[in-house]
């Protein structure tokens, strides 16, 4: 097989509106690359508040691929898909907003141009046989990437009343282009990449919390992503001396994980080398201020089932009547969530020969 690498378009911002871009069907796809590039500002005497994480890609609400009008193979925020990718490929995509995030004050009345990357993967990171998992767009009758745009004030977070946070956006504009195999053999079957998000609404400090998993596939990874007041945060499954809250994922009494959830922060760090650099010294542009803390990626947690590559060690849950998280949460907000986002592998249907 070839590789084809070419721009598919682009879609202009529409606030609070769906859009929709046609990809073509010929060949199988390996990803899919998006920028979004916009021009904003906040109105003269707006003060107070700060850019949520990766802002501005709260622009981009929702990310969805559909096939044949109806199998939904990707469903998911260009947020949690930008940090999905720096944990899947081991470096953070492209980010260029200096000027917006955490500053009170951005810049009163004039406009600013910031951007920010991400993409959808098709083919399995860290796997040994990647292609496994392309989506064959030869044979499908649609293929469409669906964005819902949101709101300037949806990249800054719920510090104060977020529809008083003044954000405009001028011009906004998400770029598509793609990575394509072409020659793929005639009947070569691929397993469908599916990842999506399952949320689940914390109201109380809790030993079980529970979340329910759908059955009948193969699980790659499950991706915790725990958020309060509109920022990551590690206070719902907090870890330090007085309490080391759990993270628990069983099917009846057999437990596949049981993960101290600091711990497991932690170890993620090395798995996918997670790294979280400081900021640039001031004053000196190219000294980098090294601390006595390394972080991991607050807020995410990877429960992980494919160590080694192969993808015949995917959680296997087609003989699985019941799969639930069980989490032990503490509620340190007003609004906490917790989100989950699973890889979930399906099997190409098998063919009988006549």
């Given at each position: 097989m070839k590789i084809l690498e070419r721009e598919i378009g682009s879609l202009d911002f529409a606030e609070n509106q769906t859009r929709t871009l046609p990809l073509p069907r010929n060949y199988a796809y390996r990803r899919l690359n998006l920028t979004l590039v916009a021009d904003v500002y906040r109105e003269a005497g707006v003060t107070g508040g700060g850019a949520k994480d990766s802002a501005p890609a709260q622009l981009v609400k929702n990310i969805m691929i559909r096939a044949n009008g109806r199998d939904v193979i990707k469903n998911i925020d260009m947020e949690s898909l930008h940090r999905i990718n720096q944990i899947a490929h081991g470096i953070r995509p492209q980010i260029a907003a200096e000027g917006w995030e955490g500053y009170a004050v951005i810049i009163v009345g004039d406009k600013i141009e910031i951007s920010v990357s991400a993409c959808i993967d098709f083919e399995m990171w860290?796997?040994?046989?990647?292609?496994?998992?392309?989506?064959?767009?030869?044979?499908?009758?649609?293929?469409?990437?669906?964005?819902?745009?949101?709101?300037?004030?949806?990249?800054?977070?719920?510090?104060?009343?977020?529809?008083?946070?003044?954000?405009?956006?001028?011009?906004?504009?998400?770029?598509?282009s793609s990575v394509e195999s072409v020659g793929?053999?005639?009947?070569?079957?691929?397993?469908?990449?599916?990842?999506?998000?399952?949320?689940?609404?914390?109201?109380?400090?809790?030993?079980?919390?529970?979340?329910?998993?759908?059955?009948?596939?193969l699980y790659r990874w499950l991706i915790l992503k725990t958020h309060s007041d509109g920022d990551q945060v590690k206070t719902i499954l907090p870890f330090a001396l007085a309490n080391q809250n759990t993270?628990?994922?069983?099917?009846?009494?057999?437990?596949?994980?049981?993960?101290?959830?600091?711990?497991?922060s932690y170890d993620n760090r090395l798995d996918y080398?997670?790294?979280?650099?400081?900021?640039?010294q001031q004053g000196a542009a190219a000294a980098?201020?090294?601390?006595?803390?390394?972080?991991?990626?607050?807020?995410?947690?990877?429960l992980e089932f494919v160590k080694d590559g192969r993808l015949t060690e995917c959680l296997d849950t087609s003989r699985l009547s019941s799969l639930e998280l069980i989490l032990d949460v503490a509620h340190p907000g007003t609004e906490d969530f917790i989100d989950v986002f699973p890889c979930e592998l399906i099997r190409p249907p098998v063919t009988v020969a006549a």
């Open positions: 860290r796997a040994i046989r990647p292609i496994d998992t392309l989506l064959d767009s030869a044979g499908l009758a649609t293929l469409e990437l669906i964005v819902t745009w949101g709101t300037g004030n949806d990249t800054m977070n719920d510090a104060y009343d977020p529809a008083g946070a003044g954000v405009t956006v001028a011009d906004a504009k998400l770029w598509v793929v053999p005639a009947g070569t079957a691929f397993m469908t990449n599916k990842e999506y998000m399952i949320r689940s609404q914390v109201t109380a400090a809790s030993a079980r919390h529970q979340i329910q998993m759908p059955v009948g596939n993270i628990t994922l069983q099917a009846g009494t057999e437990v596949f994980k049981y993960r101290i959830a600091g711990t497991l080398m997670i790294e979280v650099p400081e900021l640039l980098i201020d090294h601390r006595l803390t390394e972080y991991p990626l607050e807020g995410y947690y990877v």
